[in-house]
Nanobody
Framework: QVQLVESGGGLVQAGGSLRLSCAAS????????MGWYRQAPGKQRELVAS???????NYADSVKGRFTISRDSAKNTVYLQMNGLEPEDTAVYYC???????????????WGQGTQVTVSS
């Protein structure tokens, strides 16, 4: 059983910062990609940032220069440092991990339960 547990969401004023964390636990052989997605009310879930096992990163254009993704592979944890937050960043943020649980399994995507980020103007 694999679990992704997120923390760090909350309410912040525009221009402020938050740091999200997501720890993967359970029977994990290897993690390929970890990332953050978000979903605002009435909108589709979108990729915010991702990071591969060799630390290649990818960001949505809307967050480039403001958000930074990083990971601690020893702890199976991914972080999202969010600076210069804007009201448009308000959403539920979901952690995602593409991982294998055994040498006989393929990569599979897992999701966290989501954490609310609210940016007031």
């Amino acid at each position: 059983q694999v679990q992704l547990v997120e923390s760090g969401g909350g309410l912040v004023q525009a221009g402020g910062s938050l740091r999200l964390s997501c720890a993967a636990s359970g029977s994990i052989l290897s993690i390929n990609v970890m990332g953050w997605y978000r979903q605002a009310p009435g909108k589709q879930r979108e990729l915010v940032a991702s990071i591969t096992s060799d630390n290649n990163t990818n960001y949505a254009d809307s967050v480039k220069g403001r958000f930074t993704i990083s990971r601690d592979s020893a702890k199976n944890t991914v972080y999202l440092q969010m600076n210069g937050l804007e009201p448009e960043d308000t959403a539920v943020y979901y952690c995602n991990a593409v991982l294998r649980v055994s040498i006989w399994s393929l990569n599979k995507a897992y999701w966290g339960q989501g954490t609310q980020v609210t940016v007031s103007s």
